[in-house]
């Protein structure tokens, strides 16, 4: 049985303390950075990075902030590897947990997150799946911390598809006592499942999960619109048949004014300008606070290590 806690594979198993305490850390490694302060916590550990799909910012940002932590980040072959293919699952999880400290996995079925953490005896981090992306959840918090103060009460209109991101994004709103709305197509909700595994925490504190088909409804009361791309990695054969479903869904000047005057847009990147986003939101730095998440993809993953790796001083300890 997998101890949940030992690993991040769904940002649902982290409890709305440890995820404040995540992003508390988070904002106090980033001041140490912008002091020019690196700690040395994992000086001599290891970590896998496993990546079956493409990225720029999950990738950088980790084995920056783990060279920055004193650790070395071992970037692995998933097409040498032949995960399930050439070796057993329950084979290289066993195997790489005899030499690297824990390992960093971006990959198409949440199920291989959750095997790797089954077999292995190491922190297994999920760096995006078909059906998660824990991490950008986290930077995405440690954003709303910093600019807008606290969570408590806010709405997040993610506008787009019900896809990965806006399931972790759910979570996080329920656990943090956020709002959360989906403004998508007809036939691109979010799972039932995970609307009803967070139903009753949304509940317990008095906010509302929505689904509007129209953004102009959905935009009325946020705080934030969230963007991200329509069709997902893996998912390219839908774009022709999605691309007219989504025209609508994009975030522009128009739909702006239909928005609160406070309110700010974030987008996870890589933004498709002209498509689900306009160059006006992307390029005006008085709402977009894309960027500045894109940032702090960095310190949230230093402090998702943070949490979940054994201070080089324990090793042996344990
Ligand atoms: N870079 C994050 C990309 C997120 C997107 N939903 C995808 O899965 O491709
Ligand atoms: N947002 C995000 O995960 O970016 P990458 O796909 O570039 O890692």
Redesign the pocket.
Known sequence: MTDKNKHLLRLADWSEERILDTVEIAIRLKKEVHNGQFSDRFHGQNIGMFFEKPSLRTITTFQVGIHQLGGSAVLLAPDSIGLGKRESIHDVATCLSRWVNALVVRCFKQELVEKLAEYGSIPIINA?TDDS?PC?AFAFAQTIREQLGDFSGKTVAFIGDG???ANSFLVLCAKLGMNFTLACPQGYEQPEAVIREMEPLLKKRGRQYRVFHDPKEAVKDADILYS??WV??GQEGEKAAKQSHFLPFQINDELLRFAPSHCKVSH???AHRGEEITDSVMDNPKINMAFEEAENRLHAHKAVLWQLMTPTADLGKV
């Open positions: 995006l992306h950008q896809n990965n991101v991200d791309v997902s990695m996870c990147l890589p």
